[in-house]
C-alpha cells in the first residue's frame, strides 16, 4: 500500500444494501490538497473495479498514481484549489475492508462469507470516510467508470451532501452485454481449479483464471479501432512456437499476453469476484422505482456527463442517457462525447481529450 | 453424421499451404439437386467454424440442417434448379480429416501432430472435392462467416474454376479484434486441466474450457442491441444461489450457460483450435503482396457481399472494403449492408432478411 495512504475505522456495525453486516470496517483513502475553512472545498473521487487510492503522487509517496495525470498543483483536479479525497472500495483489497480481510468476528478471512457487496455500500462506506473528515457537503462527487456509478449511487442517497457530480464513462446500469462479460470473466476465475472454492492460499491462488479475465477485460476496455491502427496484422517477434496451434503468432496477442501478467497478483481474486457482481446488480431505478424518479432524489446543481464514441463496455447512448436523466433535473447538466479512439479505457490514457473538459467544469463553478 | 453424407479419399499426398502434407485425408460432404449436363449449376457452400457438411435436409436425412431455410426445392439456394454441395472442412471433425482422425502413417491419432491448418487448404481439399464430381466450372461459390475467407481464398486459387461468388458476413482477413477474442478463446480451453497438452480422450475432455469458449463466442456473434432488447436486465428464473457471488441472476447468464453447454461434446477441441488459429492467420493480401493484388488474379464475373451493421466480429467496414475490391475487378458487384439487429449470427436466424437478396442473385444469373 502506498505511504501517502490514510484509514479510518467505521465503528459499529455496517449494514449492507442487500443484508448482511460489517464489523467496524476499515477505509482506505488519501487525499491532496488542504481543506479549507468552510469546508465547502472537497472532492470525493470514485475509481474503477481495480485501482486503489492511489490516484497521484504526493509528498508522501512520489510514485505515480493511477490517474496522475489530473491529479495535483494546477491539474483540473488542482490540490492548490481544492481537498481531494479517493477512497479504496468497500470490498477492494488495498487497505479497505473486503473478502480478503479478516472477519473480526470468527478471527478468520471473509472469503466467501462477505455479505453480497453493492455499489450502494461502496458510496456509503465513502460517505463514513467523509463524515469522518468533518466534510458535511461535497463540492463534488466524480467517478470513472464502476466509479461513475458509486458515484451516482452517492448522490442519490445522500442528496444534501453533495453539490455537483460528474460522471466519466460510466452508465445508471449495466446491460447485458457488460453483464455477459463480467460474469464470464468472473466464471473463468472460479474455473481456475486454484480457485479451490475461494479457498486459495495467497501464494497459490488462481493467477491463470485472472490472467483470462484481464485478458477479456483488455479487449472490452480498448476499442477494435485503436488496435487497427496499434496493432494491424503486425507479428509478434516473441517466440511463436511454429507448427503448434496454440503460440503467440500476432502482436495483439503478445500484448493481451503482457497486460494478463501484469494484473495478476496485485488483485485478490475473490474481492475481484465480489466488486465485479456489484458492478452488475447496481441499477440505479432502484431508488424509487425509475431512472426519472431516482434523479429526482437528487439535489445537484451542477452536473457533467463525459463519454467516448468507442467504449463497448459503457457504450455512450447509456452515457447520453444519463446526462438526459440529470439534465431533468438539474438545469446546468453538460454533456461531452469525446470521439477517443481508445474506448473505455480512454479516460486514463487520453489525458489530452479530458484535460479540458475536466477543468472546464471546476473553472466554471461559481463559488 | 448424417446419414446424407457421402465421403471422398483425396488419394496420395495432400500438400498443405504452410508445410507438411496429409497423407490421403477424407473429405466429408453433402449435395442437394442433380448436376445438369452441361455440369454448369453447381454451387460450393463453405460453412463457418463449426458446423458440418449437414446444410439442410433431404430425403437421405430429413434432420433440419445449419441453413435449413435457405437449401432446398424452391428456395433461395434452389435444388430444383442447382446441384448444391456442402463440404465439411478439412480440420474438422464430422467426417473430414483433423486433427481427431488417425494419422495412417503412425495409426495413432493426429491430435497435435496434425500439421499448420490455413483456410487455403479447406479450399483446397474442397476443390478436390468439386473435381471428384467432375466439375470443372462452379456456377457459384458463397461462404458465410469463415467460410467466406474460405470462399475467396478458393476464387484466388482456383481462378478458372468459379464463375460467381457471394460472401456472407466474412472479411479478406481477421483484424486485431477479432484475433484477441480467437486468441483467448483457444487460451481457454487450453487451460482447462483436462486439455493435457491435446492428449485428452474422447470421454474425458476439455468440455469446461470449450463451455467458456462457447460464452466468449456468443457474445461476439450476437449484438448488445439485440441483447438489451431480449434480456435487458431480467433476472433468471434458474436458481440464483442468493448470497454468494457465483451465482446467476441475470436471463443473459442463462441464455450463454445453455448455449455453453448446448455446444460442449459436439466438437473435438483440438480440431477447434485448429480451425479457430486458420481464421487468424488467413489474409487475402497474401496471394500477390496486396488485397488489390489478389483481386487481380481473380476471375469473377458476378459477386456479392452481404454484411450486418451490427457485426462486432466482421464489422460491416471490412464487409464494405471486400466489395469494395471486388468492385474494381468485377462490375458486377454489389455490396448489400443488412439492418439485422443478431449481429454476426444474423444470416443464421435473420432469414427474412437474408433471404430475398440471396434469391435475387440467384435470378439474376443471366445463364
Redesign the interface.
Known sequence: MSSATKSVTLEGRFCMHR??YLESPTLAYETWGELNEKRSNAILLFSGLSPSAHAASSAEDRSAGWWEDMIGSGLPLDSDEYFIICVNSLGSCFGSTGAASVDPETGKLYR?NF???TLEDVADAAHGVVKHLGIDKLHTVIGCSMGGMSGIAYCVRHPDGVARFVSISSAT?????G???R??Q???I????KWDGGQYEADNSPI??QR?AR??G??TYRS?QE??Q????ERSTSDSH?????G??????SY?ENQGNKFTGGFDP?CY??L??AS??F?LAEHGGSIPAAMRRLKLQKTLVIGVTTD?LF?LHQQRELADGLSKVCMDTRFVPLDCIRGHDSFLVDMDAFRPVICEFFESCCD
Open positions: 443484508g448482511g466467501l455479505p453480497v457487496l446500469r449495466t446491460l447485458p452485454f453483464i455477459a462479460v460474469s464470464l468472473r466464471e473463468m472460479r474455473c481456475d481449479p491463470q483464471g483470462l485478458k477479456l483488455m479487449i477494435p488496435w487497427d496499434r496493432f494491424g496484422r511454429p507448427g503448434n496451434p496454440f503467440i503468432d500476432f502482436s495483439v496477442e493481451l475473490n469476484l465480489y465485479s457482481r452488475d446488480l441499477d463497448i457504450p
